[in-house]
C-alpha cells in the first residue's frame, strides 16, 4: 500500500520586534516571498502587532524557518538568518538582563560586547567563526554548533567583567587546540 505525504498542517506564532517586521517582508515582499518558496511555509505577518505566524506541512522546515525568523527579529540580515538552513547551524540568544541590574548596566554591558567601531564584536566573530548581534536587551550568536559554546563563553566573561584581552587570548588559546586536535 502506498504511504501518502502527511496532510497535517503545524503552525508557530511568535513576536519579533515591529521595527524589525520590514526586514522580514523585505523590499517588496521579496523576503517574505523567498523564505516562503524556499521552505515551502506560509509566512502571516501582522505588522501592526509584531506577530508572524509560520505554518506548513513540513515539522522540520517549519522549525528551521521560526530559528530564521527569531534571528531576523532580534537583529540579524536575512543572508546570515539563512544560515540556519544547513543542518549544523543554530542560534543562541544571551538575555542582558541576566546581567544588568539597571538600565545603565545594560548600556555598559552592551557597549563592552560592541567595543569601539564593533571592534570587540568583530573579533568574537573572527575568533570564533560565528556571527553576533547585539540587538535591544539581547545577544544572538549564529553560528556552527560547536562553536557558539566558545562564543558564549567568551561573552559571558566579557559580561561578568573579564579584559578583553583576557577572553581574546582565552579565544586563540581555544582555536590553537582545535586546530591541534584536528591534525
Do not use: W
Amino acid at each position: 500500500m502506498p504511504v501518502s505525504p502527511p496532510t497535517e498542517e503545524f503552525s508557530y506564532t511568535l513576536r519579533i520586534p515591529k521595527e524589525r517586521i520590514a526586514v522580514l517582508i523585505g523590499t517588496g515582499g521579496e523576503v517574505k516571498k523567498q523564505i516562503e518558496s524556499e521552505m515551502k511555509v506560509a509566512l502571516h505577518i501582522d505588522s501592526k502587532e509584531g506577530t508572524v505566524t509560520l505554518s506548513g506541512k513540513d515539522a522540520i522546515n517549519l522549525y528551521t524557518t521560526r530559528e530564521m525568523v527569531l534571528a531576523i527579529g532580534r537583529g540579524f540580515n536575512p543572508d546570515v538568518a539563512k544560515l540556519l538552513v544547513k543542518q549544523d547551524y543554530g542560534i543562541e540568544i544571551i538575555s542582558l538582563q541576566d546581567y544588568a541590574k539597571t538600565d545603565n548596566d545594560l548600556i555598559r554591558l552592551r557597549g563592552r560586547i560592541i567595543g569601539e567601531d564593533g571592534k570587540s564584536r568583530k573579533t568574537i566573530e573572527s575568533l570564533t567563526n560565528t556571527n553576533i548581534c547585539v540587538y535591544g536587551k539581547t545577544i544572538a550568536i549564529i553560528g556552527e554548533l560547536e562553536t557558539i559554546p566558545l562564543a558564549r563563553r567568551a561573552l559571558g566573561a566579557l559580561l561578568a567583567g573579564s579584559t578583553h584581552s583576557a577572553v581574546y587570548h582565552m579565544l586563540e588559546r581555544r582555536r590553537k587546540e582545535l586546530r591541534m586536535g584536528g591534525l
